[in-house]
């Protein structure tokens, strides 16, 4: 296992699902690839767009960079802002095939694992630093039942059952605006703001061990 002296951040993205051109997630984890933020090396990887296959890209991935913090990106098309999701569920339920035709419909993510993971991420204090910062961001209480959800659970249980000394979790992103504009009405985020906000969360990542209080309950 390849461990590099210099602290990592792990980002990845996805490549494009339900007949888009393009994902803005791994458009803008690439975007920072090889860029180091408050002393920590970025890595990007693109993970397909599959259940399980996904997975074993990421564990691949963590296994050989050993970074101290991981963040996925996905995007949520129809959201208004950067999501920073706040929990993983032990279920697949896709409602739509993924990129190599499966689609399970309620089977575990981990056969036998916990119900659900929280995010390890301090979500909290990047809210605050988005907000700050002047992006719109909200905690959201529900990844899907998707890939991006499945990777989030799948993530976390690896941090957990491996004892990694690595936090993680998991951000969905609005259309970019160049796929906006086939969906009319739906809300939208330039790519150079969506690098903004990674940089920030970045930043609170590394530096902040403990979230804060701050209320960002929502009904949904
Ligand atoms: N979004 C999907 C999967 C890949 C992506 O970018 C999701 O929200 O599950």
């Keep these: 296992m390849a461990k590099h002296s210099k602290p990592c951040v792990l980002l990845t993205g996805f490549t494009p699902f339900d007949g888009e051109a393009v994902n803005p997630s791994w458009l803008a984890a690439q975007a920072l690839d090889g860029q180091t933020i408050e002393g920590h090396v970025v890595h990007a990887k693109e993970l397909p767009c599959e259940f399980n296959h996904s997975l074993n890209t990421l564990y691949k991935t963590i296994d050989k960079y050993a970074p101290t913090v991981v963040i996925c990106l996905g995007q949520a098309g129809g959201r208004s802002d950067i999501s920073l999701e706040r929990v993983a569920i032990n279920i697949n339920d896709a409602r739509i095939p993924d990129n190599k035709g499966f689609q399970p419909i309620d089977t575990p993510v981990i056969a036998g694992g916990d119900d659900a993971y929280f995010a390890t991420l301090p979500i ?55 796929q906006a504009v086939n969906h009319s009405g739906a809300a939208s985020m330039s790519l150079a703001s969506v690098i903004e906000a990674i940089k920030v969360m970045i930043t609170c990542a590394v530096t902040e061990q403990h979230d804060i209080k701050l209320s960002a309950g929502t009904t949904h």
């Design 124 to 178: 909290k204090a990047m809210l605050q630093k988005l907000h700050q910062a002047h992006i719109p961001a909200s905690v959201s209480n529900t990844a899907g039942t998707y890939v991006c959800n499945h990777v989030m659970y799948g993530l976390l249980h690896y941090i957990k059952s491996h004892e990694l000394n690595c936090r993680g979790g998991f951000v969905h992103i609005p259309f970019s605006p160049l």
